[in-house]
C-alpha cells in the first residue's frame, strides 16, 4: 500500500498570501496524483488531476508540481474562500487508493 | 447536470447491516467504474471500494473485504453498497464518487463528480 503524508498539518496564512502545501508518497507514483479541497459540510472538491492539471472551473491560483514521490499544491494568494482543507490521492498503484492525511488552511 | 446522490444511511446496532444506494445523473453512468469513499467524524478520506464499469471486477479496502459488497444497476443509473456485520469503526459519512476517466493513456480515478453523502452511525 502506498502510504500519502502531508505537511503541515495546519498552515496559518494570512489572506491574499501564497500558501505551500506538500505531500510525499511512501513510493512513486509517477504523475497520478490529484489534490482536492473540502469545506465543513460539503462534500471534497477535485482542484488538480495528473499533479498539474487543473480541473474545469479551477481558479488559476491554484497549481500543481511535482512528479515521483514529491508534490506541491500551490495558492498564489489566498481568497476568503480558500481556507479550507486540502487532500492528496495517488491513483498509481492499486487497490487500495490512497489519501493524505489532509492539511488544515486557516486564517492567520 | 452531472449529479450524485446517495441515500439509505442511518442509525445501525453493531452487527446490523445496511444498503445505501447512489442515483446517477447527467453522464454515461453505464461507461464509469464507480467508488465509494467514506470519512469517519472528524477525520481524513478513505477508498472503501470500487466497481468496474459492466460490474465484473470489484476491489474492497482490507477494512471492509468480507462484510460489504458493492453492486450496480446499469439499467437504473444506480450504485449500492450493502453493509453487513457492521462495526463502530464503519461510522461515516459515505461518499458515491465518479473517477475522472481517460487522462495521458490510463483511466485517471481521481474523483471528479461526488455525491452529498450519507451519514452511517453505528452505535448501541
Known amino acids: 500500500e502506498i502510504v500519502m503524508t502531508q505537511s503541515p498539518a495546519t498552515l496559518s496564512v494570512s489572506p491574499g498570501e501564497r500558501a505551500t502545501l506538500s505531500c510525499r508518497a511512501s513510493?512513486?507514483?509517477?504523475?497520478?496524483l490529484a489534490w482536492y479541497q473540502q469545506k465543513p459540510g460539503q462534500a471534497p472538491r477535485l482542484l488538480i488531476y495528473?499533479?498539474?492539471t487543473r480541473a474545469t472551473g479551477i481558479a488559476a491560483r491554484f497549481s500543481g508540481s511535482g512528479s515521483g514521490t514529491e508534490f506541491t499544491l500551490t495558492i498564489s494568494s489566498l481568497q476568503s474562500e480558500d481556507f479550507a482543507v486540502y487532500y492528496c490521492q495517488q491513483y498509481d498503484s492499486w487497490p487500495p487508493l490512497t489519501f493524505g492525511g489532509g492539511t488544515k488552511v486557516e486564517i492567520k | 447536470q452531472v449529479q450524485l446522490v446517495e441515500s439509505g444511511g442511518g442509525v445501525v446496532q453493531p452487527g446490523g447491516s445496511l444498503r445505501l444506494s447512489c442515483a446517477a445523473s447527467g453522464f454515461s453512468f453505464s461507461s464509469y467504474g464507480m467508488h465509494w469513499v467514506r470519512q469517519a467524524p472528524g477525520k481524513g478520506l478513505e477508498w472503501v471500494t470500487f466497481i468496474r464499469y459492466e460490474g465484473s471486477n470489484k476491489y474492497y479496502a482490507d477494512s471492509v473485504k468480507g462484510r460489504f459488497t458493492i453492486s450496480r444497476d446499469n439499467s437504473k443509473n444506480t450504485l449500492f453498497l450493502q453493509m453487513n456485520s457492521l462495526r463502530a469503526e464503519d461510522t461515516a459519512v459515505y461518499y458515491c464518487?465518479?473517477?475522472?476517466?481517460?487522462?495521458?493513456?490510463?483511466?485517471?480515478?481521481?474523483?471528479?463528480?461526488w455525491g452529498q453523502g450519507t451519514m452511517v452511525t453505528v452505535s448501541s
Open positions: 464518487a465518479k473517477p475522472y476517466g481517460f487522462f495521458l493513456g490510463i483511466v485517471a480515478n481521481a474523483f471528479d463528480i
Open positions: 495528473g499533479a498539474s
Open positions: 513510493q512513486s507514483v509517477s504523475s497520478n
